[in-house]
């Protein structure tokens, strides 16, 4: 149902769209068009006999050109006046728009997934919704939760379900299932540490609040920033492994928050982290996203 | 590094050892372990030219016998007199003991892996450690938290990472990853209940955890459970897809506290719910673990 295209990655990796048209000996754009449409409706035939695409996958993949191909099988759809194209494209994961990630006008929960989706060069609706609307909206959510993502138009929630789903569409779930269990590992326990800064900072008692805030900055911070810099440190500057994962984000989007709490030096006695999150919002793919991406407080 | 070993399955699917053997038109086993013996000699051989092992694996995969197999393995390991032959057993899955769960004295956050090994017949070490001994041990863990898996003698912990990991070479991770995504999901919102339980539980004041305890029997549970109800009702019985996954176990091992805590008769309006569990307990694999597990308060 959802086959893990090969789409060359992030757009980093990406070749330019020239070399790519060279390499497959097709000069021009009409005539890559003529023949993917061609090889569109013969895949069309195809379906009917429940062929599977591997040679229109093929070709998808060896493009790795996603956001020209979305606008070409847009096109195609059109003009073939056949519904079962679209399921053509939902087939090899190309349909436009097949994905809409539903939160508040927030980082907060959704950045870590939009981070995949820019990195991985997928186009995707980021609807975000006003507060206001959130009591009506809640009721039509799976479980009156947001971030929801719709795939296709069906409804799932928990922003690292989704992101690992993401994740591992795209080649950024690791290496392998051990790295996956790393990825996943990281993400929980980071996850605890959340839990308990939102615990400090939903705390309406200022003398409690000042207790905790004593016992986080004195214990329990150091205690996970401690193991997280050391776990980095001995990956050469990633989170898992020697590549990029879908981790990587979550700490990223996790630390430019934890600085805006604590303080800009607050990740001075962590030099390796502080790399991981630089490292991160410098990739071309991100740094974009983020040039672009409404200005919010989290 | 970690092969999906396709074994069959659960315990219950499992052929019964004599056909296996009839099958492969083997009518001895010390014909079967000299026959099997010599394909080990030949893998070991061809490891040295880094081939990848695919036809003892798929030996292997058609015995559906993992116990029998450990221990013939186990075997030709002390005979071989060659240490790479343990790497041979690592690479096909089947080292002995490779797996040590280390948890408490509890079902707790262990119980739904130890859930996953017994419904895939795999052979671990079931580490269980004393309270005293925790403030001693908890520096030597990952993040100083269990349950901790160890791998080949590598610790990782965070307990759905753990599971999930696992769930996911004995196939009950889901079909595919659309199925996966499901399964993910859903813990995790349960996952989110079991949170809010947990503050009930931990609450000290007792007025305030009377209050808590209201709003958690008029509102929260029954807004958690009736959309839980839901799904597995339209799953014909199913938390994910039309088969047992380690969602499944997650559910039965949760509503075995959920109903030591509310009470036996607070599942009666979750009929399905209450099905699923008793489904899961039924399992003939799964009720040998209850059966012989020790007895522990959760």
Redesign the interface.
Known sequence: ??P?LNDGGSAERREPAELILQSLKITDRQTIIASLSSSLGAALERFQGEVKFEQEREILAATGFPGFLTRLLSSAVASSGWGRSYLLCQEIGMAPSRYKLIYFNARGRAEHIRFIFAYAGVEYTDHRIVKEKWPEIKRST????LPVLE?DGKA???S???A??LA??YNLAGK???E???C??L???LG?LK?VLWYYRSEQDPIKKEERRATLLKETIP??LK?FEKVISENGGFSVGNSITWTDFVFAVSLENFELIFGKDSLEPYPHLRKLKEKVFALPSIKAWIDKRPQTEF
Chains 1, 2 share one sequence.
């Open positions: 149902m959802f893990r799976p479980f009156g939760m795939v799932v929630c928990q690292n379900a989704v690992r789903f591992r569409q392998d299932e051990w996956a269990l790393q996943d590992s993400v929980d326990t605890d839990q205690f996970y193991k």
